[in-house]
């Protein structure tokens, strides 16, 4: 059998589903089980606390999520939450006592995948996200299910009374571990991943509008072919992208009439802007919007247009800005701690010689690619992640995969930041 | 009220629904009312049949058919059936006797879009079609009927008992009368098309893999993209056609998983490729071949790839053939018919002043885009087709419009063109 093969059956545990229920009630059982008090919010999250020598001050949080995507890995979040309950045996095994509290979270539904928000209910938690919005959501697996996040809540017995926002559970900080999800770690073989932040994006959807017409009677000169048209768009995108050493992806595409003999006057699509500073997000788009408008208009754009046949009817094209999320620049304090940890795992050493932007060989500094709950904590609290290396960057699949020595590592970072940073507390006393 | 926005109700008879009984049954009514014997064959193929003055010869036919698109218009097919109808009257009315029957057709499910198959009861009456498959096509609309051609004939009272083919059935001649269907005729400011024969034509389904990944995680150098791909290769597609003055279209795409933070790793797309001679479309179909798979390969062609990011992962591509109608070249005797009825109609003299191609003002010779009934029955008789011009081009579509002087011509044609070929049969005694 292949590496990893026996952990290929992937997870299914969709947001507030009944095994979603299974997981949450291992969560408080274990949790419990290791002296912590498990609180439960008004958007299900779930926090564990284990006390500190001084009580008076909130604790440092470690966690991520335990549901998945309908087809997901069994890495993604869940290695996060199950390696912070680790970090709470341990410190338990050793007799540790930490200068303040140490907590375990588990977000709700942070894929967004049954309920279409990601990272909901850290964001409610945050302020960025009012409760009835989350709670209103509707879930869109299975289609036409008429649960929304409050009535699942309710079902499964997880809608707590504590008020879900950050001043009813404060935060002192926020680690998170995660997979990468990404192929940079394994095809530089490094262990560790300092997550110094997360990329800028923006999320549209296009709609480019032509006409309807029949595929054999009408001539390329009479044709307003919305679909050939988003093709350029496309590939103007990621052109535009590339040249900015920025990310354009599109992931969702419908068209109409949808008839092989049918030429479509109707094609809507996503468009996914990334890039490290919003900057580069903005000057992405707006090169897309002029390159899209001259490509509706028949014009020729970065060449795409070389070799078509003249037309001499036309698309309209319109944007919907669906989603920005602006650069997200992690606390030094939190790297800091992050990195000391992982060089002191890796390289025998805490001090390891920092040039610019090399930590060693045995680590990066990262910007995350995608987005995590410690997007929203990093609002309200001190944040950082890690990353440890995936399989091929696969993640959202059921073949997504992290060899044991990686989780491993990420585990042990992640005891060694929260530790860190309970002393430096300590030291500072705060 | 702008000119014929009274008929932009458009039309939705889906072939064998109980309006299209309703029709049938105006059909079988009228038709016998003008003194014609109606036989409905094991497709639901009506023939209604004037006798003639030497009743030992098969009829000379005009006709087309009465079933619709789902959001249809009000001439695609009805135009031909009804001034077949109104061709019955005038000779009625004007006493004529000609030489051989003259007959009127309402051929069944021309559209294919209900029961999925274009043009499938000609083709059951030309041998092309099995009967038994013709008979347990299910219809696709609503979604998940379980009604068959044969179980709709029969509950509808259409099963008739005449076998389907052109042996039980035989036709002296096949004329149709269409709308255009297309700009030409109106761009050119020509009031009839003499039609020659159908376009070549081949429909292909293309499966593009590639690997799903995360769209902010993933570089465009760790990335399979497949949505990305195929637009290259739709691209590449009217590029190649462009060349070679053919036509590519691409009327369906779908995609997996579909998210807009994931990268497709499954597109699958329709290509129809189309020209008027079948070496023109087969070097199409041979040239995007190479391409896609250059394509897929991420290699260059065309410059499409001029600026993109190099990726070190590749998509593969596979192709179906799904329908091949090669070139379709009418009867020289019933193009001739044609022309002499348009030229005598439109420029009072049937002797017009033929060079080359041009045959007056009047007229055009055309290849006709579309498939049509007439391409089954030009299999086993004579046969050509009359276009007028429509709107814009625009069929398959509500505002589908034919001004009443373009019907008028076009009906007027149709009678002439089967009153000469009776008369040039007359002549020959056949």
């Known amino acids: 059998m292949r590496v990893g093969a026996e952990t290929e059956t992937g997870m299914s545990r969709l947001s507030l589903s009944d095994t979603d229920k299974q997981a949450r009630d291992w969560f408080h059982e274990t949790c419990t089980g290791l002296g912590c008090k498990v609180n439960t919010d008004a958007m299900g999250n779930q926090f564990a606390i284990r006390p500190g020598l001084s009580n008076d001050r909130p604790p440092t949080y470690a966690g991520s999520h335990l549901d998945t995507q309908p087809t997901g890995g069994r890495y993604d979040g869940i290695l996060g939450v199950t390696a912070a309950v680790e970090m709470l045996k341990v410190l338990n095994d050793n007799w540790v006592e930490t200068n303040y509290p140490v907590g375990v979270?588990?977000?709700?539904?942070?894929?967004?995948?049954?309920?279409?928000m990601s990272m909901v209910s850290s964001g409610v938690w945050a302020g960025s996200i009012p409760l009835e919005k989350a709670h209103e959501l509707r879930s869109v697996i299975p289609a036409n299910d008429p649960a929304t996040m409050k009535t699942e809540l309710q079902r499964i017995g997880y809608l707590g009374e504590v008020p879900c926002s950050w001043e009813a559970t404060p935060m002192a900080a926020h680690f998170e571990l995660h997979i990468e999800q990404g192929p940079i770690l394994e095809a530089e073989d490094r262990r560790?991943?300092?997550v110094q932040g997360v990329q800028s994006y923006k999320w549209f959807t296009l709609t480019v509008k032509g006409r309807d017409s029949h595929t054999g009677a009408t001539s390329f000169q009479h044709r307003a072919d919305a679909l050939l048209t988003a093709s350029k768009m496309i590939l103007a995108s990621h052109k535009i992208a590339?040249?900015?050493?920025a990310l354009a992806s599109t992931g969702i595409l419908g068209l109409r009439p949808g008839s092989t003999n049918t030429v479509p006057g109707f094609v809507q699509f996503s468009l996914d802007i990334r890039a490290p500073q919003d900057e580069t997000v903005n000057a992405v788009e707006a090169e897309c919007r002029e390159a899209f408008s001259s490509l509706a208009a028949g014009e020729n754009v970065l060449s795409i247009n070389d070799g078509c046949a003249p037309s001499s009817r036309t698309c309209s094209v319109e944007w919907r800005t669906d989603f920005t999320s602006p650069a997200t620049h992690f606390h030094d304090n939190c790297i800091a701690c992050v990195q000391a940890a992982g060089s002191d795992l890796c390289s025998g050493s805490s001090s390891s010689q920092v040039q610019g932007k090399d930590i060693g060989a045995w680590g990066k500094l990262m910007t995350s690619g995608a987005g995590h709950d410690s997007v929203y904590a990093n609002k309200r609290c001190p944040t950082s992640m890690i990353f440890v290396p995936c399989r091929d960057g696969v993640s959202?699949?059921?073949?997504?995969?992290?060899n044991p020595e990686a989780c491993a590592d990420g585990a042990n970072v992640l005891l060694g930041a929260v530790v860190r940073y309970d002393k430096m507390r300590g030291e500072r006393g705060t």
């Open 105 to 116: 979270v588990n977000w709700t539904n942070e894929e967004g995948a049954r309920f279409p």
């Open 192 to 194: 560790v991943g300092v």
């Open 242 to 245: 590339a040249k900015h050493s």
């Open 396 to 402: 959202h699949n059921p073949t997504e995969y992290s």
